[in-house]
């Protein structure tokens, strides 16, 4: 073979294995959405650098060594458990049960930082298995441990029968003790919640027989007020009748019943039924009510057998 064939042969397995390693070590690192891109540049010698950030859905294009670490930035809800042993005992020394909520994320605008100072090494294999496995290692590490102690703390505080009053101002003043702890983190807290507030059994049921009895205080309030009332009623009743009869006592003439008493006599006799009664009159043709002796009075004489009785006119 003549040496320019021997080296055109030459240059083309030159070129076959330099396309071959090319091939094998470049990458086109995608990013998917809600991640940020954190792009390192590899060596063959010496030690990977920064390159860049992509936010996704994108991806950075073939290149030599190129290799992204992909950090969630959507945000998260954690949940703190304060239960059985890790209970929290309040300022009047009474155990208290409770969750805090969090809300929170990593600052878009802060991938190098997040990546320079607050990632760990995390395997690779994990990663594959959790894409978000990075930042909530993150969170563990830098955050969970201090929220922690932020609501233990403001919970400590209150008497424990104040806390469920004051489960709103515990969650403003925690998320405000972390907000500042996590200033100049990428960390961003959005919001606090403490809530799911449990006492001891002793306790809850001491609150219920309290409430049931003042309950039945309010109850039997209530029926004293309405006997209150309804005797009111009755002695204004009892008044208004007591008036009704001085006035119609005051009102009862001679004339008047006279004249009742004929209306009466000529309403009997326009009835197609009626009976005739006699009894005894008094002065102006007034009926005598009352219980008579059935003797005769002094210096009268007494009435034939069978003699009708005389009726005055």
């Known amino acids: 073979m003549s040496f320019p064939r021997l080296l055109t042969s030459a240059i083309a397995v030159f070129v076959c294995a330099l396309c071959f390693v090319w091939l094998a070590g470049s990458s086109n690192p995608v990013t998917p959405a809600g991640y940020v891109g954190y792009l390192t540049k590899g060596a063959v010698f010496g030690q990977s650098r920064f390159y860049g950030v992509q936010r996704g ?25 304060f239960l059985g042993d890790e209970a929290v005992l309040s300022r009047d020394n009474l155990k208290i049960s409770f969750r805090v909520h969090t809300v929170w994320r990593i600052d878009d605008a802060k991938i190098p930082d997040f990546m320079s100072r607050f990632s760990t090494t995390v395997n690779r294999d994990a990663i594959e298995r959790d894409p978000d496995a990075i930042v909530k290692t993150a969170y563990t590490n830098f955050v969970r441990e201090p ?14 029968l104040e806390i469920k009053e004051a489960l709103i101002p515990i969650g403003e003043a925690v998320l405000q ?6 200033a100049n983190s990428p960390f961003l807290i959005a919001s606090v919640v403490v809530g799911n507030v449990q006492y001891p059994h002793e306790v809850a049921d001491a609150v219920s027989r309290k409430l049931a009895a003042t309950q039945e205080l309010q109850r039997m309030d209530t029926e004293i007020e309405i006997e209150r009332k309804e005797r009111t009623k009755r002695e204004v009743q009892a008044q208004g009748i007591a008036n009704a009869m001085q006035i119609i006592r005051g009102q009862l003439s001679d004339r008047y019943i006279q004249h009742e008493a004929i209306e009466a006599q000529k309403a009997m006799v326009g009835s197609p039924n009626h009976t ?12 005598l009510t009352g219980t008579f002796s059935a003797t005769a009075p002094q210096g009268a004489a007494p009435a034939a057998p069978g003699a009708p009785p005389k009726v005055q006119k």
């Open 276 to 287: 005739v009664v006699y009894i005894p009159v008094g002065s102006m043709g007034v009926p």
């Open 57 to 81: 859905p994108t991806s950075a294009g073939r290149s030599w060594l190129l290799h992204v670490t992909n950090v969630s930035v959507t945000p998260y809800t954690y949940t703190e458990d």
């Open 177 to 182: 003790r972390v907000q500042r702890y996590t």
């Open 147 to 160: 929220l922690k102690t932020f609501a233990l703390d403001e919970v400590q505080r209150r008497n424990g």
